[in-house]
Structure formats: structure tokens, C-alpha cells
């Protein structure tokens, strides 16, 4: 049984590994031996004693518990799920004219069953996969540069070890994962890998198919968090100081212990905002900011940040326990569980008064202040686009872009032998009009193509009415990409 190992905190590091963030090497070799059909946890020697939760978490702190999420009743989830299904097949028209209202859904939480395909279109992923068709599997026969491949190897096994997808060394999740991170280090040669890309792919791909993840983090490295990832790690320090002076209008109380006792922003914040919260947050908590996230951009990221700050040291009592450096950081490190719940912390969130304009304005300044002390920047990074509506405006699409197509076609025998009988007698009476008229006419197609599954649903059986019932699309207890 291989063994599992898990960093605890919430998402802090120290000084020195902050520094190395960029990749160690240790080679992981990949086989096919390692794909399965089944649960990966299986391979990996667990039993049916260790149940997955319903986000496929068999253990560690990320694992669902009743207070971390709220229950939705399944006749809401369906009308949410009705909802979305009309704003994916109106993609461009909700964004032009009713952004406002698709916001507030995504405030109240993606369906599950439709939450993969909402992100890649809110990222702007969608588009770019249709208008570059046959890229990622292009970058995926490459070899890779041995440089990065031998980084990402090492990392594999340490993203969320201790869900179904990830557990099992060389499982199908680990090879996806791969996939996607040495093709982006292909796509991006001069930005190559940094070992907080793993964790945003393996959300994505818990979601989604590979390519579908690729061009997922693509968006997110390119189009939300640009520079993040680069050599030096200038676009995140300079979004630390951002924060900083963010956190001084929004809690001063804790502004000013932060400053009194020197402590970096890049010590508490750089995992954080990198991993996007995904290391850090109860699952349910990640999924609902990643919603928002996806569809306003980094502001939510800092507002998650500063509701931490503000919960963990905005009040006099709470600063008692942490009276220097140490104690304060031994405190973010173990934020009190209560702040992170998902209904808590949503409402925060939202709540909290913190525009794009406002990052805009802080992130100005702060730039000032960054070439008045340490001179220009040495990774010129792409402007932020902040958010999905910021994306489609700047990469306007067509409409075959947005076009959604069937993931899953289904065809009976028994309807394809009425299709066959069908065009017969179509062909035979088409033929007999032909004689009778004395004319050449040109036979029509009986058998169109299929819509998509998501505006035109094939009848339901008599056997098993969806109508009458309350349950939703897939089930409650599972999200998947399908």
C-alpha cells in the first residue's frame, strides 16, 4: 500500500520554501499498469471501509462533514439546473444583457452536474478550445522538455492525495494531470512550470476532461492570475502589498499588528492566492469560491483573503493569544474552522465592499511604489482580465465557438433499425413522387443531425417518467464532469 503523506496548516509557508516554489526533481515513471477502469483508491489498497465523500474524498481535512456544506432540497438544485442549462445554450446574450442575474447565480452556488462546463465557459476556455482545435493534442504527443517533465513527476503524488481520483500512483488521474501541466510547459516554454499550477489542474480535472483542463489553466494562468506563475514571482509579491493595503481599510486592527510585528505579506498569502484557495478551504468552501471567482476574477481571491485576516486578527481579544511574529503566524496557519464554512464565508464575501476598480487603483499604486524601490519589473505580464465578462469583451466569439456540443450520444439498437426502416421508406417514396411527376428531384435527409442534449432531451420512457419526479439531472451526492 503506498503511504500518503499531507503538509497540515492552511496554506502558509515559510521563507526558504517559498524560495524553491518553482520545483524540485525526482522521477515518477508512469505506466499503463497504473490505469483502471474503477476507483483509484482501489488500486491503492483501500476497501469499501474507506467511503468517499460526495466531492470523492476518502480522508484529510478537505473531506465533507455536515457543518462544512449546505444541503440543497433536489427540487431547487433542479430548477438551478434548468437555469443554466438555458444560460449555456443563450451563452452570449446572458453575458451582453443579463451578466448581473448569471453573477448572482454563480453567488448561489453551479449546479453540480453542470459545473465543469460552466467554468470552461466563464474562463473563456471553451472558446479557446474550439479555436484551436487539435492543439492540445498536438502538445500531448510531445516528449516534453526533460527539464519540466522530471518536476511535474515529482509533484504528481502530492496533489490531493487523499481523493479517488489522485490516490493511486500512476492512476488515471496522476496521467491526466501530467498531461495537462507538461503540455502547458510546451504552450508556454518561457514560463515553463511552477509547482502551484498542480493544484489548480487537478480542481479543474475533477471537473472535466484533460483537454478541457488544459485550456482551463491556460485561461486561469494567462487571463486571471498573469504572472503568477513566472520566474521570480513578481506578479504575486506585488499582489501581496496590494492586499496589504487593502487589509488596512478593511480591518486596521489587524493592519496594524501585521505591520508592527514585520511580517510579509508573502509569508501568509502566497499559497493562498496561488492555489487559488484550493489547498487551504473546506472542499465545499472552494467549489462555491471558484464559482465566483470564475465569473468576477481575482477580487474575489482577495476577498477571500481579507475576510481571513479580518476573522483570525480584526478584534483585540484575538490578538491576545498572538503578541509577536511567531504566535501571529502559528495563528494563520490554523485558522478557526467556523470562518472557512461555506455559508459563512460566502456571505462574507459577498458582503464585503471591494471592487475591481478598487485592485485596479491599489494595484497602480503599488506598481509606483514597487519601480521607486526595486526598479521595472523583469516579467512583463498581459494585462488582468477581471472576470468572464472582461474576457468575452476582450476575445469577442462566434457563435459556433459558444456552440455546445453532446458529451454523451446515446443510440439504441431499436431506433436505429426504425432510422434505417425510416430512410427506406422515405428513399421508396421519395422515388415513387419521381415517376408519378416525370421530375428529377433531390431526396431530403429523414435522419438530421442530433441536437444537443441539453435543448432538445429525448423523451423519457414510459417506464421511468423524469417528469413526475425530484430528483435532480445526475445525483446529489456526486459531481462529475459528464
Known amino acids: 500500500m503506498a503511504r500518503i503523506r499531507i503538509e497540515p496548516g492552511n496554506g502558509l509557508q515559510s521563507a526558504e520554501s517559498i524560495k524553491s516554489l518553482r520545483g524540485t ?7 499503463d499498469e497504473g490505469n483502471s477502469f474503477g476507483s483509484d483508491s482501489e488500486l491503492n489498497g483501500y476497501t469499501s471501509e474507506r467511503q468517499t465523500d460526495k466531492y ?45 442575474k448569471m453573477k448572482l447565480r454563480c453567488q448561489k452556488g453551479i449546479p453540480p452536474s453542470l459545473r465543469g462546463r460552466a467554468w470552461l465557459y466563464l474562463s473563456g476556455g471553451k472558446v479557446k478550445r474550439e479555436q484551436n482545435k487539435g492543439k492540445f493534442e498536438e502538445l500531448d504527443r510531445q516528449a516534453g522538455d526533460p527539464k519540466w517533465v522530471d518536476v511535474i513527476e515529482k509533484d504528481l503524488h502530492r496533489q490531493f492525495p487523499f481523493h479517488e481520483m489522485f490516490v493511486a500512483r500512476g492512476g488515471h488521474g496522476q496521467q491526466d494531470l501530467y498531461r495537462v501541466l507538461k503540455a502547458y510547459t510546451l504552450h508556454r516554454p518561457e514560463e515553463g512550470y511552477c509547482q502551484a499550477q498542480a493544484p489548480i489542474a487537478a480542481v479543474l ?57 514585520k511580517l510579509d505579506p508573502i509569508l501568509y498569502m502566497t499559497e493562498w492566492f496561488m492555489c487559488a484557495f ?61 470562518y472557512m464554512l461555506e455559508g459563512f464565508l460566502v456571505r462574507e464575501i459577498i458582503e464585503l465592499p471591494l471592487s475591481e476598480r478598487d485592485v485596479e487603483k491599489e494595484h497602480l499604486a503599488q506598481l ?43 443510440e439504441s439498437s431499436l431506433a436505429t433499425n426504425k432510422n434505417v426502416e425510416g430512410q427506406e421508406e422515405d428513399k421508396a417514396r421519395i422515388k415513387t413522387k419521381e415517376q408519378k411527376n416525370g421530375k428529377n428531384g433531390t431526396p431530403v435527409a429523414s435522419n438530421p443531425e442530433p441536437s444537443d442534449i441539453s435543448t432538445k432531451p429525448t423523451p423519457p420512457l414510459k417506464d421511468a417518467p423524469l417528469q413526475g419526479s425530484n430528483q435532480s439531472l445526475i445525483g446529489t451526492e456526486h459531481d462529475t464532469y459528464l
Open 205 to 261: 480535472l475533477m471537473h472535466m476532461p484533460a483537454e478541457d483542463a488544459f485550456w482551463g489553466l491556460v485561461q486561469i494562468c494567462e487571463k486571471y492570475l498573469p504572472g503568477y506563475y513566472s520566474v521570480g514571482l513578481e506578479a504575486i509579491q506585488l499582489d501581496g502589498e496590494i492586499l496589504f493595503a487593502l487589509l488596512k481599510r478593511v480591518s486596521p486592527l489587524a493592519h496594524r499588528h501585521l505591520k508592527k510585528h
Open 278 to 338: 484550493s489547498r487551504t478551504l473546506p472542499w465545499a468552501s472552494v467549489l462555491r469560491v471558484w464559482d465566483m471567482f470564475l465569473c468576477e476574477g481575482v477580487k474575489i481571491i482577495f476577498r477571500v483573503g481579507l475576510v481571513l485576516l479580518k476573522c483570525m486578527l480584526g478584534s483585540q481579544d484575538k490578538l491576545k493569544t498572538c503578541q509577536g511574529q511567531y504566535e501571529t503566524m502559528e495563528l494563520l496557519k490554523t485558522i478557526d474552522t467556523r
Open 25 to 31: 526533481r525526482e522521477s515518477l515513471a508512469l505506466t
Open 368 to 410: 509606483r511604489r514597487w519601480k521607486e524601490t526595486r526598479g521595472e519589473l523583469h516579467c512583463k505580464s498581459p494585462p488582468r482580465m477581471h472576470g468572464a465578462k472582461a474576457i468575452m469583451a476582450a476575445e469577442p466569439p462566434s457563435r459556433q465557438d459558444l456552440r455546445q456540443n453532446p458529451t454523451i450520444i446515446v
Open 56 to 100: 470523492g474524498f476518502i480522508g484529510g481535512a478537505q473531506q465533507y462533514s455536515e457543518q462544512s456544506a449546505e444541503d440543497i432540497p433536489p427540487e431547487v438544485l433542479r430548477q438551478r439546473e434548468a437555469k443554466w442549462l438555458d444560460m449555456l445554450n443563450n451563452w452570449d446574450k446572458w453575458m451582453a444583457k443579463r451578466h448581473k
